[in-house]
Nanobody, 121 residues
Framework: QVQLVESGGGLVQPGGSLRLSCAAS????????MGWYRQAPGAQRELVAA???????NYQASVKGRFTISRDNAKNTVYLQMNSLKPEDTAAYYC???????????????WGQGTQVTVSS
C-alpha cells in the first residue's frame, strides 16, 4: 500500500558527491520516520541516517559531517546528500519509511528497492 521509489545512486570518485532521493506514495496518513540504510557485500544492513517528522536527525558515526539527511514532508520525500565520499561508503543504499496508513491509521514500514553507490577511482 506504500511504494518507495529511490534514485540518485551511481559511480563516483573518492571525494565526490552524490544525492539520493526517495519518494513515498500510496495510502499514507502520516510519515513518522524516514531513513537510509546501506548494505555492502558480505556485511549486515546498517543504519546510515534517519530523520523524524519533527526534523530530528540521527547519523552513523562514520558519516557524520559528510552526509546530510533531509525531508520534504509535502512531497513525502527524503534525501541523502553525500559529500567527501570514500571507497568504504560503497554499498547498496535502501530507503526506509514508517508511519500510519490512511485507512484505519494502522502502522506501516516500507523499504525501497535499493540503489547502488560505488566509490572508486
Amino acid at each position: 500500500q506504500v511504494q518507495l521509489v529511490e534514485s540518485g545512486g551511481g559511480l563516483v570518485q573518492p571525494g565526490g558527491s552524490l544525492r539520493l532521493s526517495c519518494a513515498a506514495s500510496g495510502s499514507i496518513f502520516t510519515i513518522n520516520v524516514m531513513g537510509w540504510y546501506r548494505q555492502a557485500p558480505g556485511a549486515q544492513r546498517e543504519l546510515v541516517a534517519a530523520i523524524t517528522s519533527g526534523g530530528s536527525t540521527n547519523y552513523q558515526a562514520s558519516v557524520k559531517g559528510r552526509f546530510t539527511i533531509s525531508r520534504d514532508n509535502a512531497k513525502n520525500t527524503v534525501y541523502l546528500q553525500m559529500n567527501s565520499l570514500k571507497p568504504e561508503d560503497t554499498a547498496a543504499y535502501y530507503c526506509y519509511v514508517e508511519g500510519l496508513l490512511s485507512n484505519a491509521y494502522s502502522k506501516f514500514e516500507s523499504w525501497g528497492q535499493g540503489t547502488q553507490v560505488t566509490v572508486s577511482s
